[in-house]
């Protein structure tokens, strides 16, 4: 790696005392990229973002690479389903949310992984002998026109209708009016049998000039909807990151306590890679949890483990088994571990160590094990810094956390849009797995908060915003794949005063949304 400056090892007191580092626990904002030489090859359309999720021996291929480095949270407020296809159209991969029932977190792998691209399972679902006033209900909630009417009322239910906005008016019909008096009965749909292929699908949708069609399977059940909005986006979503089955690529968190019967529950629903979600990894539990994984299903299974902020914590781990390492403590916005506990580290401090850390273990062993940074990006351009610093991929809760596709309530607060966001060791998350360190089944105190971000609309636009100044910014510094990023960049610590000369000062603003926060 090119660096700017010398990075001090840990050194000894004298016997009997603690070890200090000597350099300052530094954080992303107190860096910024030196420029390099850029080629007239240096455009935006060649810079590839690709880059491995899980180890890989020297000269092989990684089993799972995004093409994107962003991966979503492990938290509540942030990965569910819906997130993991939005994230999975743009390449890359969100990791769907633990502190839930096994039950619960396997249907969520296994919608995404039945979400064939193009073919979208129904989340607005009713029974024909509710009213009006549920629909209305279900469309404020939800934000869809489209309703299947089910005998059951799921989305894979005996389909006996659909409900339109063509269908009821609000004004002339009373709350309390049956779904079954107004919905467009079977008899009178356009469907599609269980195996129509997308263009099939769509050719139907523009002969009869619909906006949805139904896929049924031969009992009549409910599989799927094609929408004529998401054909479109299909066709636009190139960098899709799909299994070799064309399914989506979908993650998974898990705990170290219930892993034996989690985990075989995630890989019967077709779940890509795990990850132990934990504040501090280098422990005996996440040992124990890998050296299971691997014993029940060898490499087949891959597993990340985390947090760490050092050389040691990443060693621990690589010696474990895991296929990728996290890292990162304290350094979230909702995450209070350091405030509670005094424990972690400067997120850059943290990323430069331990992609040191790796190089080592790559170069001793011919294994190279990805490491991801979790925590501690404010600006877009942090993300920058951190894949410069070393880091394979970087793990966003607030930053997903904001868009249309995360599972929060959007709400209005003060005048402005709003959605919330809790961390997962919030009492509101009632995670304590995260934080177990034996004993009690509880929570002994909160290490995060519950809080709102504010509202930024659909994660396309911004993800493509964010990703095209992280490639502005490579461009600038003359590198068009991420592997040259980290071992060319030129990177510079900062004074206090230049950070302030860096934004725009000593003017009055027309539009404050010009230095927002990310």
Not at 75 to 91: F, N
Not at 92 to 98: H, K, V
Not at 135 to 144: A, C, F, I, Q, T
Not at 224 to 231: E, I, L, P, T
């Amino acid at each position: 790696m090119a660096w700017a400056f010398n990075l001090k090892r840990i050194t000894k007191g004298g016997i009997g005392m603690a070890h200090f580092f000597n350099e300052p626990s530094r954080t992303f904002n107190e860096y910024l990229l030196v420029p390099g030489y850029s080629s007239k090859d240096c455009r935006l359309e060649n810079v590839n973002l690709t880059t491995p999720i899980v180890k890989f021996k020297k000269g092989e291929e990684p089993a799972i690479k995004a093409r994107i480095p962003l991966v979503s949270a492990v938290m509540q407020a942030v990965s569910d389903d819906k997130m993991a296809v939005a994230l999975a159209k743009e390449g890359g991969i969100s990791f769907i949310y633990g502190s839930q029932s096994i039950e619960s977190q396997a249907e969520m792998v296994r919608r995404v992984k039945s979400y064939k691209a193009g073919f979208v399972t129904s989340d607005s679902n009713l029974r024909p002998d509710q009213t009006m006033a549920d629909v209305m209900e279900l469309k404020k909630r939800k934000g869809h026109s489209t309703v299947a009417i089910t005998d059951d009322g799921t989305s894979d239910g005996k389909i006996l209708g659909i409900v339109t906005g063509r269908d009821y008016r609000p004004s002339r019909m009373a709350p309390e009016t049956p779904i079954s008096e107004f919905m467009t009965p079977f008899e009178e749909l356009v469907y599609a049998e269980e195996g129509v292929t997308l263009s099939e699908a769509n050719d139907i949708l523009w002969a009869h000039k619909l906006n949805a069609l139904p896929i049924i399977d031969k009992n009549q059940r409910l599989t799927h909807f094609v929408f004529r909005k998401d054909y479109d986006n299909h066709k636009s979503n190139p960098n899709e990151l799909l299994d070799q089955h064309k399914r989506y690529v979908v993650g998974a968190g898990i705990n170290s306590r219930d892993y034996e019967e989690r985990v075989p529950a995630l890989v019967d629903a077709g779940v890509d890679v795990i990850c132990i979600d934990s504040s501090e990894g280098f422990t005996e539990w996440q040992s124990e949890t890998i050296a299971w994984v691997r014993k029940k299903y060898g490499d087949e299974v891959k597993i990340g483990a985390g947090n760490v902020v050092d050389r040691d914590g990443f060693m621990f781990l690589a010696e474990a088994g895991a296929d990728f390492v996290k890292v990162g403590i304290g350094g979230g916005s909702i995450c209070i571990t350091r405030e509670q506990k005094g424990i972690g580290r400067g997120q850059a401090s943290a990323v430069i160590e331990v992609a040191a850390a790796r190089d080592e273990y790559f170069k001793k062993t011919g294994v190279y094990v990805p490491i991801c940074s979790d925590g501690g990006i404010v600006y877009d351009y942090h993300m920058t810094l951190a894949l410069a610093m070393g880091a394979d991929f970087i793990m966003l809760g607030r930053y997903f956390a904001r868009f249309d596709e995360s599972p929060t309530a959007r709400l209005v607060v003060n005048g402005n849009y709003v959605k919330e966001y809790w961390g997962e060791g919030s009492n509101r998350a009632r995670n304590w797995q995260r934080y177990d360190m034996g004993g009690d089944s509880k929570m002994k105190f909160e290490e995060g908060v519950d809080s709102y971000v504010p509202y930024a609309g659909p994660l396309r636009e911004n993800v493509q915003l964010s990703l095209n100044k992280v490639k502005a910014t490579m461009c600038n510094c003359g590198f068009l794949d991420l592997a040259s990023l980290r071992d060319g960049a030129k990177i510079t610590l900062v004074s206090a005063t230049s950070i302030v000369e860096g934004g725009a000062h000593d003017v009055i603003l027309k539009d404050s949304s010009q230095n927002s926060m990310r």
